[in-house]
């Protein structure tokens, strides 16, 4: 099925803020972004707003898209809020006794990451992460975490693809995510809770620290 207009332009600006090309803290004018996509300006403020629920941009009267700025302290009060919620779905999952084949789709999340780290793709490493920790927290089966989560991972995603060149080679999270799904295999809530948590701390304490030293906020 062939996407609308607006679809188009939530997909398109996404992806340019995701990748720095609308840099956080700058101003656009819906007029300008809608001759840069080739669309009118309809479908770019309608695409505006999901972003703005989204926590990604702020919608000015008269200013114009505010790309939020990448603030240290706004992502670790983020991290508290997933990690929290995914080590929750982490127990959960645990707790339904799935078969291996319900856990493949995870599975094959980690063997995509180890490929990509082999190759020293980070790109590549990254999205196949995204998917793992997307699949985590539908087999935790709260519809209501999975909304929360989708919104903050959002806000995770843009700061950690502009982060991605500078961090070490995630060798470790691959295996903390090897060994959370061999917690949820054996049933082990109380482990894979745990497990996820450390993770996801660890993760926070990179991230947040990479903002500090390179000052991302400024980008």
């Not at 956080?24 to 505006?48: C, Y």
């Not at 789709?105 to 995509?112: G, H, K, N």
């Amino acid at each position: 099925m062939a996407r609308s207009q607006t679809d188009q332009a939530l997909y398109q600006l996404r992806d340019m803020v995701f990748s720095g090309e609308l840099a956080p803290g700058s101003n656009h004018f819906e007029a300008d972004l809608a001759t840069r996509l080739g669309m009118s300006r309809t479908p770019i403020r309608e695409a505006a707003l999901t972003m703005q629920a989204q926590g990604l941009v702020n919608v000015q009267p008269r200013r114009g898209i505010h790309i939020r700025p990448i603030s240290a302290d706004d992502m670790a009060d983020i991290y508290d809020v997933i990690c929290e919620l995914e080590s929750l779905a982490a127990a959960r999952a645990a707790e339904q006794n799935y078969a291996a084949s319900d856990r493949g789709v995870a599975r094959q999340c980690i063997e995509d990451m180890d490929a990509s780290l082999a190759a020293e793709d980070r790109v590549a490493w990254a999205r196949a992460d995204d998917r793992f920790h997307a699949e985590l927290v539908r087999l935790g089966g709260n519809k209501r975490v999975e909304e929360v989560v989708a919104r903050y991972t959002d806000q995770v995603r843009r700061a950690r693809m502009i982060t991605l060149q500078l961090r070490p080679l995630p060798t470790q999270s691959n295996d903390d995510h090897r060994a959370v799904l061999d917690a949820i295999a054996a049933g082990d809530a109380t482990t894979a809770r745990c497990l996820h948590r450390s993770h996801r701390q660890r993760a926070r304490a990179l991230l947040t620290g990479l903002i500090h030293e390179f000052g991302l906020r400024a980008l």
